[in-house]
């Protein structure tokens, strides 16, 4: 697995990184295994410094930290300042109301005293991907650390940069080593530090494919793991909704960071009333995004992260198109030099089409009209994918009922999928399983240790 940051906007290699070899991981192993013994039994205060420094730091030098993303990955400027600020407000978040999160709860017995505690369980491996480089990890590592375990990260094989960056990071902070590890690893060394008794806990973002393997092999060894995976997040506008409000929010769910989100609005169900001029406006809007250099604030149309990523998608939509599908707009790479997709609506996919349980990871909206919010709910539901979904009307109640109704880990009215610290995020079905941020992520790996007195 070849660790290498390339420019995705001009195609220019910017570093190449080594791998490590097998004793340069032992040592990182059991450095982390020596830190754990001292920092298990740190004090919250202690541990919310370290956090609330590299909070500090994050604001102090956003530019710095967000061209890294946009160099690695493509992410438009404006949008990598923006995942620093979110990335910073996790580590406060954590930092100002873990100890709370993990007080000692007072049972009702019939007799005696019982409580349970909230214990750290150790050494814990993350496998986190690209597309939010350090947003993703901070999610995992914040609750982590605050509940006293020590974590290690193999990050995306191309964004180095960003993962030498937050390890350095938590260094600056005052984290002790062994702390927060980052790891430049194979394939073949995934599995062996899955397999190594040390590691107590396994998380992972990313892919279907990459996490049924990584779960079967921590299953195999009886560790714990999350899983946060893909998505193919529902987009309903029922009959009632402010339709301008609706493609304008539409737009932003679908072409945050080009499309590359696991939350993105990616299926959007239109009630018949409203359908034809809802794909019109989407249409036109989405017709309007211009590549350019992600570097320039100006710029409404970055590139995606990488060649391979364009050539995925692009062979996505050929398979849709060939099965039936219209591209109404877009359906190509965009004729500029660079890793350019252009913004794509495919309509008239049927149930035998591919694309209709498939995710597409990039700027491409899936379009279907449906008879009655009925339908609309159905269809919803008819997707291997579980993770997030939107639902646009004028009446809350009606919004909040229709939210009960779709099968997903977070639902959203009148806006698309966000994030923010206080809220979960997770799924169900092929999305995964677990909860992170919110109370919710930092009770994944502590043990709920129950002491009973008679």
């Given at each position: 697995?070849?660790?290498?940051?390339t420019?995705p906007?001009?195609?220019?290699?910017?570093?190449?990184?080594?791998?490590?070899?097998?004793?340069?991981l032992e040592?990182?192993?059991?450095?982390?295994?020596?830190?754990?013994?001292?920092?298990?039994?740190?004090?919250?205060?202690?541990?919310r410094?370290?956090l609330?420094?590299?909070?500090?730091?994050?604001?102090?030098?956003?530019?710095?930290?967000?061209?890294?993303?946009?160099?690695?990955?493509?992410?438009?400027?404006?949008?990598s300042?923006?995942?620093v600020?979110?990335?910073?407000?996790?580590?406060?978040?954590?930092?100002q109301?873990?100890?709370?999160?993990?007080?000692?709860?007072?049972?009702?017995?019939?007799?005696?005293?019982?409580?349970?505690?909230?214990?750290?369980?150790?050494?814990?491996?993350?496998?986190?991907?690209?597309?939010?480089?350090?947003?993703?990890?901070?999610?995992?590592?914040?609750?982590?650390?605050?509940?006293?375990?020590?974590?290690?990260?193999?990050?995306?094989?191309?964004?180095?940069?960003?993962?030498?960056?937050?390890?350095?990071?938590?260094?600056?902070?005052?984290?002790?080593?062994g702390?927060?590890?980052?790891?430049?690893?194979?394939?073949?060394?995934?599995?062996?530090?899955?397999?190594?008794?040390?590691?107590?806990?396994?998380?992972?973002?990313?892919?279907e494919?990459?996490?049924?393997?990584v779960?079967?092999?921590?299953?195999?060894?009886?560790?714990?793991?999350?899983?946060?995976?893909?998505g193919?997040?529902?987009?309903?506008?029922?009959?009632?909704?402010?339709?301008?409000?609706?493609?304008?929010?539409?737009?932003?769910?679908?072409?945050?960071?080009?499309?590359q989100?696991?939350?993105?609005?990616k299926?959007?169900?239109v009630?018949?009333?409203?359908?034809d001029?809802?794909?019109?406006?989407?249409?036109?809007?989405?017709?309007?995004?211009?590549?350019?250099?992600?570097?320039?604030?100006?710029?409404?149309?970055?590139?995606?992260?990488?060649?391979?990523?364009?050539?995925?998608?692009?062979?996505?939509?050929?398979?849709?198109?060939?099965a039936?599908a219209?591209?109404?707009?877009?359906?190509?790479?965009?004729?500029?030099?660079?890793?350019?997709?252009?913004?794509?609506?495919?309509?008239?996919?049927?149930?035998?089409?591919p694309?209709?349980?498939?995710?597409?990871?990039?700027?491409?909206?899936?379009?279907?009209?449906?008879?009655d919010?009925?339908?609309?709910?159905?269809?919803?539901?008819?997707?291997?994918?579980?993770?997030?979904?939107?639902?646009f009307?004028?009446?809350?109640e009606?919004?909040?009922?229709?939210?009960?109704?779709?099968?997903?880990?977070?639902?959203?009215?009148?806006?698309?999928?966000?994030?923010?610290?206080?809220?979960?995020?997770?799924?169900?079905?092929?999305?995964?399983?677990?909860?992170?941020?919110?109370?919710?992520?930092?009770?994944?790996?502590?043990?709920?240790?129950l002491?009973?007195?008679?």
């Amino acid at each position: 697995m070849a660790y290498q940051s390339t420019n995705p906007y001009d195609g220019k290699v910017l570093e190449q990184f080594k791998e490590s070899d097998a004793a340069q991981l032992e040592t990182q192993l059991a450095t982390a295994v020596d830190c754990y013994a001292a920092w298990r039994t740190t004090s919250f205060t202690e541990r919310r410094e370290v956090l609330q420094r590299a909070a500090a730091i994050l604001r102090e030098r956003t530019d710095e930290f967000a061209k890294l993303i946009t160099l690695e990955m493509g992410k438009l400027i404006d949008q990598s300042r923006g995942e620093v600020a979110l990335s910073a407000a996790i580590l406060d978040y954590y930092a100002q109301n873990a100890e709370e999160f993990l007080s000692a709860e007072k049972l009702h017995t019939k007799t005696g005293e019982a409580i349970v505690e909230s214990n750290p369980i150790g050494v814990l491996f993350g496998v986190e991907p690209w597309n939010y480089p350090y947003y993703q990890i901070a999610r995992f590592a914040a609750p982590n650390l605050m509940a006293g375990n020590v974590v290690m990260v193999k990050h995306a094989s191309n964004v180095p940069q960003c993962a030498r960056a937050f390890e350095r990071l938590m260094t600056e902070a005052g984290a002790p080593a062994g702390a927060y590890t980052n790891l430049y690893i194979s394939k073949d060394q995934v599995s062996q530090v899955i397999d190594d008794p040390r590691i107590k806990g396994v998380a992972l973002t990313g892919s279907e494919a990459a996490g049924a393997v990584v779960a079967a092999r921590a299953g195999q060894n009886l560790k714990k793991t999350t899983m946060e995976l893909g998505g193919s997040d529902a987009f309903i506008v029922l009959d009632d909704a402010d339709l301008d409000e609706a493609v304008k929010q539409g737009v932003i769910g679908r072409m945050g960071n080009s499309g590359q989100a696991c939350t993105a609005s990616k299926r959007f169900i239109v009630v018949e009333s409203l359908a034809d001029r809802f794909l019109a406006q989407f249409t036109a809007a989405l017709a309007g995004f211009e590549p350019g250099d992600p570097m320039n604030p100006a710029t409404t149309l970055a590139p995606l992260s990488s060649q391979a990523a364009l050539d995925n998608l692009l062979e996505q939509v050929q398979r849709a198109v060939a099965a039936g599908a219209k591209a109404v707009v877009g359906g190509a790479r965009s004729d500029v030099p660079g890793a350019f997709m252009q913004p794509t609506i495919l309509t008239d996919i049927d149930k035998n089409n591919p694309a209709y349980k498939e995710e597409f990871f990039g700027p491409v909206a899936l379009f279907f009209r449906v008879a009655d919010e009925k339908a609309a709910i159905a269809l919803a539901n008819d997707s291997p994918f579980g993770l997030g979904g939107s639902v646009f009307t004028k009446d809350l109640e009606r919004g909040k009922r229709v939210a009960r109704q779709i099968e997903t880990g977070m639902v959203f009215i009148n806006k698309p999928n966000s994030s923010s610290p206080e809220l979960p995020f997770g799924g169900i079905k092929n999305s995964g399983y677990g909860r992170e941020l919110s109370s919710a992520g930092i009770q994944e790996f502590v043990n709920k240790k129950l002491i009973r007195v008679e």
